[in-house]
């Protein structure tokens, strides 16, 4: 991990790299995890100086001061600035990064971080071909001493055909074992801890089926509303933002069967053959908040859903007849991500009908896992009353040492690929994103006011 290594972040003064890159470098900085010799350069169109982006950064960090430790790692960042589409920024890429490998006088590790808008990628892809930027160092240098590394943010493509052509393309330019497709909701620790909470403990996975579980729900509220984001957004819409990944992700973790054993590949593959099981049911919905069309980026005639519903089966044993549904909507009154478990409740001719039991995997706001059941309320009759048996992760003094990018960033430097997106589920999502597209088409697109309750809408 100490070797050279050199970070190209494409996107360099966009909103991922705000919102989440900026800290996550400094983050890991700080801990020890990047090499002490890392330099980050930075590409994007606005015409900025080193010290521009620097001082960017800064504003972005909004820190207080700086130690000198943090002082030094700036001076760390360099810029380039250039179009994608334009040949000549890969060319002075191409001539920054071999200038650098020439004074270290060896190949250094480089990760390029494609953060930018999907419909680039093609173009970016090629231009790193075209450029020999695929190579991992110049002629001269012993190419087995340094490695390339490629992280590619989702969505991956607009849709299933051309995420399928832009794989093939980046499959002709890398192995899949360098490239990494990047899904932040599986590095967060709740979600990790799918894996241990099934697997480890026989009192549940004993009941994960079709006999005891009625439904499976996968949601996601967001308080915010696009934002700055509009001209992102509204190409892309939230089923593709987040239910073509995140969502499916963590559907994938709760249904697929026990892996054969603790690796990458085992994993993904259970996490993909379980996609491949995904049928799409008819019901979808769709619908956008009241003021998206003024924000700006957006067309003043976009359909473009801030919210969808859709209903899902698996097609095995196992899940026979679950209900499983994703959600996810921007808009909303609170932020939250969950994923709710609904067993069958007691039939009438049991001693006691009460509420049926749920399991609850609270990502957001709380870590949390709570289990819903039935208790006998204090007094002198006899009735039941719903209580709660709850873990949180951080009220119990067990705070994550790493946030979602910060793992996945490790991981991706050590090449451990198990929290990034096979090319199988990949292509498996957008599968099941154009079977819940084209049904959430056939309805009318819904409106409604900023600041809903979840469950408000279909009222
Ligand atoms: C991103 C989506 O992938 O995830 C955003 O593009 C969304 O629209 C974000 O807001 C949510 O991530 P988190 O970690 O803040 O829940």
């Given at each position: 991990m100490q070797h050279p290594l050199t970070i190209v972040v494409f996107g360099a003064t966009g909103d991922l790299f705000k919102k989440k890159l900026a800290k996550v470098f400094f983050d890991i900085y700080e801990k020890g995890i990047l090499p002490q010799d890392t330099e980050i350069i930075g590409i994007s169109r606005?015409?900025?100086?080193d010290n521009e982006w620097r001082d960017w950064i800064k504003e972005v960090l909004k820190r207080e001061k700086y130690s000198e430790q943090e002082e030094k790692f700036f001076s760390k960042f360099f810029y380039l600035p250039g179009d994608i589409k334009d040949k000549k920024t890969f060319n002075d890429l191409s001539i920054k990064l071999g200038e650098r490998d020439e004074r270290l006088k060896r190949c250094s590790n480089k990760l390029f971080y494609l953060a930018v808008f999907p419909a680039l990628y093609q173009e970016l892809f090629e231009m790193i071909a075209g450029s020999g930027l695929a190579i991992p160092c110049a002629p001269g240098f012993d190419q087995q001493e340094g490695w390339i590394k490629i992280l590619v943010e989702k969505p991956f493509g607009e849709n299933a055909d051309e995420a399928e052509k832009l794989d093939l393309l980046l499959g002709t330019l890398f192995m899949e074992n360098q490239i990494f497709r990047v899904d932040h909701y599986l590095a967060k620790e709740t979600i990790q801890n799918l894996l241990v909470f099934r697997f480890a403990n026989p009192l549940f996975e004993a009941l994960w089926c079709s006999k005891h579980i009625r439904s499976i729900s996968v949601k996601m509220f967001e308080e915010n509303s696009v934002k700055e984001r509009g001209s992102f957004y509204d190409k892309v819409g939230a089923l593709k933002d987040v239910g073509q990944n995140h969502l499916l992700s963590l559907l994938s973790l709760i249904a697929m069967e026990m892996p054969k054993e603790f690796s990458a590949e085992s994993i993904r593959s259970e996490r993909e053959k379980v996609l491949e099981l995904i049928k799409v049911k008819d019901e979808a919905t769709r619908a956008q908040y009241d003021g998206y069309k003024n924000e700006v980026g957006v067309s003043e005639n976009s359909e473009t859903e801030t919210y969808f519903k859709a209903n899902l089966k698996v097609d095995n044993n196992r899940w026979n007849d679950v209900n499983f549904v994703i959600e996810h909507g921007k808009g909303f009154s609170k932020t939250e991500a969950f994923i709710e478990i609904t067993y069958f409740e007691n039939t009438p001719d049991e001693l006691f009908l009460g509420t049926p039991n749920k399991l609850i995997f609270e990502i957001q706001p709380k870590e949390k896992i709570e289990i819903e059941f039935s208790a006998k309320k204090p007094g002198f009759g006899f009735e039941i009353e719903k209580q709660y048996m709850q873990f949180h992760y951080k009220e119990d003094g067990v705070s994550p040492f790493f946030y979602p990018y910060e793992k996945l960033f490790v991981d991706a430097l050590s090449g451990d690929q198990t929290l990034f997106v096979s090319t199988g589920e990949m292509k498996e999502a957008w599968r099941i994103v154009s079977g819940i597209e084209k049904n959430m088409k056939k309805n009318d697109l819904k409106i409604y006011q900023k600041g809903i309750d979840r469950g408000n809408l279909e009222k």
């Open positions: 606005k015409l900025l100086t």
